[in-house]
Every structure is written in structure tokens, then in C-alpha cells.
């Protein structure tokens, strides 16, 4: 079946630092993948949608400086949460479409911001 | 505005009967809906995937069933075990937007012995 590959599962970082979340699709291409965040008890919330070769497209509110995503290989999709705050401490979820298998998730990176 | 309602309430059932989840929505036109177990501190798997013009979808001990005129999923577990306690999300997309999903909170089931 279709793996992503998510890294770091978990990570704890100083307040103003910047942090990279990877995403790798291990046996397909995936020219688009998509990064979530789900907040405690709350449900997935779609942040911006990564294209191989091309700019993210960021859903409203999501702000594109804070979080950048790069998608250099179709295979490889990383978000960047720059000058991080207690308040983007959260689960962030990539997917990319496995086709057949559905759309497959990674496993998540915890992002704890202290 | 779009949403998307689950049972936030757990359900608790015993094994060896049927879990039914609920999922509706309003403002919504999905082409497609989908559902997924999530274990605590994990990524959503995905389990099935019901297209708008299909009633119903199984997969081993799994139903789906989509009624787009009352705006409704139900999820079937038959013959539920302890290992499929998690949490089960419904999704809706779009075909103008695939692989744009909005998901629900989801429903955490809990099998007990």
C-alpha cells in the first residue's frame, strides 16, 4: 500500500525559533500533498495544499510567511513553522493521494513551542 | 458557513455488536465522502471512500451508507472488537477540489470486552 512518511513524530522547540516538519511518499510520486492541523478534540484543519515544482495555495487565515511549505521533489513535501509561538503548538498532519489506497496520512509531528 | 457534525459523545459498545456512526453536514455539496480511524497521537487511516451517486460501500466488517438527501453518513462496525476502539472521522471533498477535505471532530469508540 501507499506509505508517507512523516518526521520528526514529535518535537519541542523554543519560542521565535523556526522548526521543519518533513513528509516523504516512500513507494509513489506525488505531485500534490496536503498539510493539516488538528488541535486537541478538534477536528482536521486542511492549512495549505503543496504542489511539486510550483507555490503552495494557503487556505484563508492560514499565513503563508509563518508557514512554508516547499514541495522540491515528487516525492518530498516540508513545512516550516518560522518564528514559532506557544500558539502554534499543535499536531500537524501531511497527506498525499495514495490513489487506489485512499488518501494516505503520515503519522503527524507533535509540535510543542515553549 | 459549511459543517460537518459527528457524535462527540463516545460511544461505548459491547463486543461482538454493531457500532453506528453518524455523520452530517449542511451547506455542503461533497462529490464524495470518506471515512477514517484515528488512534490516539496518530495520523487518520483511511477506511472507505462512498461516492456521491453510490448508497452503500463494505468492506469486511465495515458499511458505509451516504444519503445525499437528508445529508447523511452512517458508519456500521458488525461484530466489533477491542481493536477497533479509536476515533472515526468522516470527510467530505469535492471533485473541483481534490483531496481538499473537510473533515468532522470525529466519534471515539470504545469496544469493552
Known amino acids: 500500500g501507499a506509505v508517507v512518511s512523516q518526521h520528526p513524530s514529535r518535537v519541542i522547540c523554543k519560542s521565535g525559533t523556526s522548526v521543519k516538519i518533513e513528509c516523504r511518499s516512500l513507494?509513489?510520486?506525488?505531485?500534490?500533498m496536503f498539510w493539516y492541523r488538528q488541535f486537541p478534540k478538534q477536528s482536521l484543519m486542511l492549512m495549505a495544499t503543496?504542489?511539486?515544482?510550483?507555490?503552495?495555495?494557503?487556505e484563508q487565515g492560514v499565513e503563508k510567511d509563518k508557514f512554508l511549505i516547499n514541495h522540491a521533489s515528487l516525492t518530498l513535501s516540508t513545512l516550516t513553522v518560522t518564528s514559532a509561538h506557544p500558539e502554534d503548538s499543535s499536531f500537524y498532519i501531511c497527506?498525499?493521494?495514495?490513489?487506489?489506497?485512499?488518501?494516505?496520512f503520515g503519522s503527524g509531528t507533535r509540535l510543542t513551542v515553549v | 458557513s459549511q459543517k460537518i457534525e459527528q457524535n462527540s459523545e463516545a460511544l461505548n459498545i459491547q463486543e461482538g455488536k454493531t457500532a453506528t456512526l453518524t455523520c452530517n453536514y449542511t451547506?455542503?455539496?461533497?462529490?464524495?465522502l470518506q471515512w477514517y480511524r484515528q488512534d490516539p497521537g496518530r495520523g487518520p487511516v483511511f477506511l472507505l471512500l462512498?461516492?456521491?451517486?453510490?448508497k452503500e460501500k463494505r468492506k469486511e466488517r465495515l458499511k458505509v451508507t451516504f444519503d445525499t438527501t437528508l445529508k447523511q453518513s452512517l458508519f456500521h462496525i458488525t461484530a466489533s472488537q477491542p481493536a477497533d476502539s479509536a476515533t472515526y472521522l468522516c470527510?467530505?471533498?469535492?471533485?473541483?477540489?481534490?483531496?481538499?477535505?473537510?473533515f468532522g471532530a470525529g466519534t471515539q469508540v470504545v469496544v469493552t470486552p
Open positions: 497527506s498525499a493521494d495514495g490513489h487506489e489506497y485512499g488518501y494516505t
Open positions: 513507494d509513489f510520486q506525488a505531485t500534490t
Open positions: 503543496s504542489n511539486e515544482g510550483s507555490k503552495a495555495t494557503y
Open positions: 451547506n455542503y455539496s461533497p462529490a464524495y
Open positions: 462512498i461516492r456521491e451517486n453510490e
Open positions: 470527510a467530505l471533498g469535492r471533485t473541483d477540489s481534490w483531496g481538499k477535505l473537510q
